[in-house]
């Protein structure tokens, strides 16, 4: 490389060559550089999927791909609430990126694959699509996550799964926003946060009154109603029984919009290209799901796989953002040295590493569960237990796992132009929606509470490590004598749940991950005396193998 000034061009502007900058991180296969992912996807049995998922990698990784989430996070969505003749429409107008990212992702089974073919593994084989397309474009996931998680309480019913079932197991998106009898695919909405409260849902003031033909009309508000082109939506309402759960077509079959009134858009902090309302029910035609003022319990089944798929999120925005960072470095220079191989940044890249890794396992744990719990009692409990420990933990620690990747670029990952700055704006959000840190470690205790062979089922979980590092099995006698005591003291749930989440994820590393990740994250995270920010990581690790198994592209 010269440092001599090029010619200035025909206009005379050029003073300097680009040096010093990486390749852009672009059409690679995100699967295939993922080493973590590949070895979860294989421990959980689905390795079977790994064809697609290098199809999926590849599409992911594309710089057409990362085009279109530029696209779609750039122009944003707009609220069409009247034509131009002044009647109500209430649609949302998207650039076409929207459009063909959701036909690509669901294409590629992120709502099916699981359902369609229920074989060992075909969970976890669904999650690492979806955790890949969480890469590709995060705002998508959202109608993904909701669509693919409405399968099980719409398919407890006859008459709705018959209407909708078809659909909604669709590979082939049908972005139109008309009534679904024309279309090939359909996603679902979930409407159930008002003003008054979005955690305590027995507040619900939205009403549900009978109609004579065994319809409901609604009427009331929702605060949050995102994605509101879906085609059809779950949403809580009144009745005289209690709160209950109802089934709403976006259209009617007349093929006139349902009486849902959009008000606005929310102007959002991140999750940008996805549109996120408040609505108006103004007598929308519904139909009851479920056993009436037990709405609460149904619409919150389908709360644990958006929990998961919350897990599975952040985790996978933890390794987009740790995937960046480690590219940057490795080509980036600062004072004579690439920045991979001064021991600080090493350090930092491999706490990072660590961190995202750590999360992966964990939220890939209960998807695995799912996967197993028809044949097996324990892990259904585990499950129970588990998925919320997960949704806490990993979308709890993905926000200063990406404000730290972040910085690994200096100044250029601060810039719009660069991913990191939209991952920055997103990282936060998993950790609100389908319960808020509270919430959640509320509904841990809660569990123990009522169930409490989920906590047998959970010790049993964390004794599959036992014998094989000492640190390990010194912090799980602590936290074994510690239990009793922790459970009963809800100001103390938050200790208590990440106590369990650190424990879960050192066990899983001793037992699937390669040596060197193990030793890292028992030495750091078990042993005691690391701080909680990114580059602490004792003297004697190999840092520089933890933070390479991270870099996507060698070279
Ligand atoms: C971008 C976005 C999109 C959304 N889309 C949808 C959607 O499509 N459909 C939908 O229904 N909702 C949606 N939501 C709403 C979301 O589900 C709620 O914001 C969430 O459930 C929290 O409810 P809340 O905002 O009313 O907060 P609150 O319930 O008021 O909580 C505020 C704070 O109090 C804490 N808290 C609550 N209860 C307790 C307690 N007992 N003890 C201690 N602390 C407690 C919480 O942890 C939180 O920190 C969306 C939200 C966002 C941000």
């Not at 036992?466 to 749930?493: H, M, N, V």
Request: glycine residues 10%; contains cysteine.
């Amino acid at each position: 490389m010269s440092a001599a000034l090029p010619a200035p061009d025909l206009h005379g502007y050029a003073t300097h060559e680009v040096l010093n900058q990486p390749p852009p991180l672009a059409d690679y296969d995100a699967y295939a550089t993922d080493r973590a992912l590949g070895d979860i996807v294989r421990a959980f049995g689905a390795g079977w999927a790994a064809e697609r998922l290098h199809e999926t990698g590849r599409t992911v990784g594309s710089a057409h791909v990362q085009e279109l989430a530029r696209a779609a996070n750039r122009v944003l969505p707009e609220l069409r609430s009247h034509d131009r003749f002044g009647n109500r429409v209430d649609r949302i107008d998207f650039h076409p990126a929207w459009h063909e990212l959701m036909g690509l992702a669901i294409g590629q089974g992120t709502v099916s694959l699981a359902w369609r073919d229920p074989r060992p593994g075909a969970q976890v084989a669904r999650g690492a699509v979806f955790y890949l397309w969480n890469q590709g474009e995060a705002g998508i996931c959202c109608p993904i996550e909701m669509t693919y998680s409405a399968v099980p309480v719409l398919r407890r019913d006859p008459a709705r799964w018959a209407e909708w079932g078809e659909l909604i197991l669709s590979d082939r998106y049908d972005g139109r926003q008309i009534r679904a009898g024309e279309k090939t695919g359909a996603t679902v909405g979930m409407a159930m946060t008002e003003k008054q409260g979005g955690s305590d849902l027995r507040q619900t003031q939205t009403a549900a009154t009978p109609n004579r033909d065994g319809t409901w009309s609604i009427t009331g508000h929702k605060w949050f109603f995102s994605v509101p082109q879906s085609d059809v939506f779950l949403t809580l309402a009144r009745t005289p029984e209690g709160v209950s759960c109802f089934v709403v077509a976006g259209w009617l079959p007349d093929g006139s919009r349902n009486r849902l009134q959009l008000q606005r858009l929310k102007d959002k902090c991140g999750n940008r290209s996805n549109a996120s309302s408040e609505v108006e029910f103004r007598g929308a035609i519904a139909h009851l799901i479920g056993e009436p003022g037990r709405g609460i319990r149904t619409g919150l089944s389908m709360n644990h796989h958006t929990r998961l798929d919350c897990a599975l999120g952040s985790a996978a925005l933890m390794r987009q953002a740790v995937a960046q960072a480690a590219h940057h470095v490795s080509h980036r220079r600062a004072f004579q040295r690439t920045l991979i191989d001064q021991p600080i940044m090493q350090n930092v890249v491999a706490d990072l590493a660590l961190e995202a890794e750590a999360a992966a396992w964990l939220a890939f744990r209960f998807v695995a569960a799912l996967d197993r719990e028809g044949g097996s009692e324990r892990e259904r409990l585990l499950g129970r237990i588990g998925a919320p420990i997960a949704k806490y933990w990993v979308c709890k620690r993905v926000t200063p796992v990406v404000a730290e990747a972040l910085e690994c670029h200096g100044g250029n990952g601060f810039i719009e132009d660069h991913v990191m700055a939209r991952l920055y704006r997103e990282a936060p959000l998993n950790g609100i929606w389908e319960g808020t840190g509270n919430v959640i470690c509320l509904d841990v205790l809660r569990s123990m509470e009522r169930e409490p062979d989920c906590v047998s089922a959970l010790l049993d979980e964390l004794r599959e490590a036992k014998g094989t590092d000492r640190r390990y099995d010194a912090a799980l006698a602590g936290f074994e004598a510690d239990l009793p005591d922790l459970r009963r003291r809800e100001g103390q749930a938050r200790r208590l749940v990440e106590r369990i989440a650190v424990l879960l994820q050192a066990g899983l590393l001793l037992r699937h991950a390669p040596a060197e990740m193990a030793d890292a994250f028992l030495a750091s995270r078990v042993a005691g005396g690391w701080s909680g920010h990114f580059g602490d990581l004792p003297a004697g690790i190999d840092a520089g193998a933890v933070a390479r198994r991270a870099v996507p592209l060698a070279g």
